[in-house]
């Protein structure tokens, strides 16, 4: 039990980098952006082949890094100089995506078996497999948080905030909106290839169909972590959104351990966010039932 | 300051909707002119604000602030030079934000951001000074977010954010509209003390006469896409509700029964 809480924890590490890209998108630039479900494949595409070819692992991971900002940048591009729907726009990016990962990939999926990974290092010094990953996933997870609270209270990250919160209020103070949401774009994407980078070098395989329900699982992920762990300064939120990370994983491997096949695992996600949605307006039904039952006796 | 020459704006051109909503306008402002605009519903007031803020372009004509030519330049540009105020008071304000954080995107207007701290404590003091100087009880929730307060103060504090750094031209776009008859004269009230410290180049819309008479030292009124009167200096000081309205029906050779209501409120 306790080795698959523990394999639930590192998953979750490497899955909150994803998740605070779908919170720079969903939460503060307000945008469901679907080209992450390209990117998180793209991610561990890039650093699959490069490691493949024999780059440092590091290397690739970064170059994973910067091949999701640019499918960021594209979706960007898309939405804010061609008009076309956000939504839309990331789905355009997310099909595109899955055929450029197709070629980056050479086949289907590619498998890491005995090659250098960035935790390769780690484990070399006597570290067990798990706890490589969790120990590196808490270094970047940390990192992540200490840059992106500095970044978001720059001049640039209050803009990037002010854009996603009244776009026409951050027009009025000057503020050229359709930058800021590429660049929200840019970064959210490339943290997510970059998670996707970690998760595949953490499994020892890239597969093209890995992305697919990405989306669902970090608003799930997002969500678990404003409902449990609050969301009151911009640093407990980004601390609660790897709090969601891990709970989600946790909560998938116990009900994976109380039987639920894995093949539902979609539809249980997919049902949990739907209802962590609605709470607001389940909350608006339930109110009214409440008072009359109080006042009926 | 303002030169309004030749604009026209047509919205859905082409199209069987097509909707002529100003039609050769030409306005100009000197600086320091507090412009009431006047007119019923659809009678081009916003439209002829939104134009000269750049949230829509225009098809013909040319915009001037202060001698430069803005008529192509976008929104976020021509920022640099226009403080605005609009009707719904949820729209000048980051609600999510707080209230010092929205000072300071609006103390960055019109200036390169950078990767600097979004706000300097200097900042931070030098708002609060300000918004107590105000006596809006705001300067005790400096970190609120903005999201928690009331209509009336939200407004103010666009208004504050609108001359923070003061701007070539100050729209305000029935700023008052939305807000209860008591909270809309004390923005009001404030709106006239900003311009005047200052002495703000201002056009302000507005539905009600006794505002659009009271308040500035010049009335613009439109009707179906035209100015069809301008009253300055002496006469406007001298102008009555009455008076108004018979030069209305004058100039728009219409019943004015049908627009009474929309105008005097």
Known sequence: MLQILLGAVSLGLLWAVMTIGVYITYRILNIADLSVEGSIAMGAAIAAQGIMKGMNPFAATAMAFIGGMSAGLITGALHTRLKIPALLSGILTMIALYSVNLRILGKANLSLLRLETVYTGLQSMGVGRNDSVIVLGMLSVSALIVVLYWFFGTEIGCAIRATGNNPQMARAQGINTDNMIILGLVISNGLVALSGALIAQSQSFADVQMGIGSIVIGLASVIIGEVLFGKKSFFSRLVSLVLGAISYRVIIALVLRLGMPANDLKLFTALTVAIALSLPVLRGYLEPLKKSMKGGR | ?265
């Open chain 2, 1 to 265: 300051m303002l030169n309004i020459k030749n604009v026209s704006k047509t919205f859905n051109l082409g199209t069987v909707n097509e909707k002529a909503a100003l039609k050769n306008i030409n306005l100009m402002l000197e600086e320091g002119d507090f412009v009431t605009l006047i007119g019923g519903n659809g009678a081009g007031k916003s439209t002829m604000l939104n134009c000269v803020a750049g949230v829509y372009g225009v098809e013909a004509g040319n915009i001037f602030i202060d001698g430069k030519e803005v008529t192509k330049l976008p929104e976020h540009r021509r920022a640099a030079l226009i403080g605005r105020v609009f009707q719904d008071p949820m729209m000048g304000t980051a609600a999510s934000m707080g209230i010092e954080e929205n000072l300071a995107l609006a103390y960055r207007r019109g200036q390169l951001r950078t990767l600097r701290w979004g706000i300097s404590h200097q900042e931070k003091e030098l708002f609060k000074e300000l918004l107590s100087s105000l006596g809006l009880g705001l300067e005790n929730r400096m970190t609120d977010k903005v999201g928690l307060l009331s209509g009336g103060q939200r407004q103010a504090l666009t208004l504050v954010m609108a001359t923070l750094i003061r701007p070539r031209i100050l729209l305000l776009d029935e700023h008052t509209a939305a807000l209860d008859p008591k909270t809309a004269d004390k923005v009001l009230e404030l709106s006239d003390h900003f311009i005047e410290e200052s002495g703000l180049t201002t056009l302000m819309v507005t539905h009600n006469m006794r505002h659009a008479i009271k308040h500035g030292n010049r009335l613009v009124m439109m009707h179906e896409g035209h100015i069809i009167l301008d009253i300055k200096g002496e006469e406007k000081m001298n102008l009555t509700v009455e008076d108004l309205m018979q030069r209305f029906g004058k100039a728009s050779g219409e019943e004015f029964a049908n627009d009474r209501a929309l105008l005097s409120e």
